[in-house]
């Protein structure tokens, strides 16, 4: 059930918004073993001036850049699963953007089970209802 929030530097592109979050949902559905009809997937841009690199807006630097964050439950994904998906998302997004900077973050957020859910529902009471 991750909700993934991906920024992503430039101006709003339809296309490469569903390119992105599909890419997204493969990793995330592959490499850490989610299901794909709860992951949910929000693309927002950032203007390269108004994103900062050492003091310096990516339009100066001709970059582009990405920022993810994921959430998922706490305890159910390991550490080589997540390091596998934070190497396969930069790598996919480098694809997808070209001339990535390589300070574009990922972050894989585990959140207690009984703190996170959807539907009205927690992750907890969903695994005690099982």
């Keep these: 059930m991750p909700h ?12 490469l918004t569903r390119r992105s ?4 949902a493969d990793l995330t559905e592959r490499v850490l073993g ?3 009809d709860v992951i949910a997937v929000t693309v927002q841009y ?3 001036d108004s994103w900062i690199i050492a003091d ?9 850049a990405f920022h993810l964050d994921i959430s998922v439950t706490d305890e159910t994904n390991t550490k080589a699963e997540k390091a596998q ?3 396969a998302v930069f790598e996919a997004m480098s694809g997808l953007l070209g001339n990535l900077h390589p300070v574009s ?4 957020i585990d959140a207690r089970a009984a703190a996170y859910g959807y539907g009205g529902r927690t992750q907890e009471y969903r695994h005690q209802h099982r």
Excluded at 21 to 24: M, V
Excluded at 56 to 62: I, K, R
Excluded at 105 to 108: I, L
């Design 34 to 36: 989610k299901q794909r």
């Design 56 to 64: 310096a807006p990516l339009s100066e630097q001709g970059r582009n």
């Design 46 to 48: 950032i203007p390269h």
């Design 85 to 87: 998906f934070i190497a």
């Design 21 to 24: 979050a599909r890419a997204i």
């Design 105 to 108: 973050y990922v972050h894989v």
């Design 4 to 15: 993934i929030v991906l920024h992503l530097a430039g101006q709003p592109d339809a296309d």
